[in-house]
């Protein structure tokens, strides 16, 4: 199995500012992913973290608004530039580990940012 | 519409009782996952289904891919498994999830 830790858990941010959200897992996984989840909505993916390259963005989501990086295979980072008060959300990384049956999926328990 | 439904929205039961949430999804899918999340925000993965059924302990999830839905069973609901239950699918085996609204789940002792 994999532990993710994610930090901050939580902070209040200032418009305008970024902030930089860093997730380590603790043994080396397959695939690292960013999801954002919106005040009362469900989970939305943000990007893959590729190991050594750029991220891999889903539609709606670009590098100059959230930028990623992967240095290696257990440690990533998710910045969120120019912050509105509409970024204001859980951030949760995600990673996967190759199981038996499929890819068994962890998630860190969540970066809380509130825009001010 | 979303690709994936997720029925109810909200659910409360007495301890004890028998619980059913429904997930179907209108994409090709390589396996479902259903996760919970507590209050606090942190998720856990529940199960990952391709095909059948799974059980563990007092969850069980099935899944029929010919009619595109899954169900997750909760067996003597417990206050303790009150939480938000979430079903997402990988359509692409590349662990890239689409997931449902999710369904609140409250148990009341």
């Known amino acids: 199995s994999a532990v993710i830790s994610q930090k901050p858990s939580r902070d209040i941010c200032q418009r305008g500012t970024s902030l930089t959200i860093q997730c380590q897992v603790d043994?080396?996984?397959?695939?690292m992913f960013w999801y954002r989840q919106q005040p009362g909505q469900s989970l939305t993916l943000i990007a893959t973290?590729?190991?050594?390259?750029?991220?891999?963005?889903e539609s709606g989501f670009v590098i100059d608004k959230f930028p990623i990086s992967r240095p290696n295979l257990t440690f990533s980072t998710l910045t969120v530039s120019n912050m509105s008060p509409e970024d204001s959300s859980i951030y949760l990384c995600?990673?996967?580990?190759?199981?038996?049956?499929?890819?068994?999926?962890?998630f860190g328990e969540g970066s809380w940012l509130t825009v001010v | 519409k979303n690709e994936v439904e997720q029925s109810p929205q909200n659910l409360t039961a007495q301890e004890g009782e028998f619980i059913t949430i429904n997930c179907s999804y209108s994409?090709?899918?390589?396996?479902l996952h259903w996760l919970q999340q507590h209050p606090g925000g942190g998720i856990v993965s529940l199960f990952m289904l391709s095909s059948g059924k799974k059980k563990h302990g007092r969850l069980i999830a099935t899944i029929n891919i010919q009619e595109k839905h899954s169900s997750l069973h909760i067996t003597a609901s417990h206050p303790r498994d009150s939480a938000v239950y979430i079903c997402a699918v990988d359509k692409t085996s590349g662990s890239r999830l689409t997931f449902g609204e999710g369904t609140q789940l409250t148990v009341n002792p």
């Open positions: 995600s990673a996967t580990y190759p199981g038996g049956s499929g890819n068994t999926i962890y």
């Open positions: 994409v090709g899918i390589s396996a």
């Open positions: 043994s080396q996984v397959t695939m």
């Open positions: 973290a590729n190991q050594g390259s750029e991220a891999t963005y």
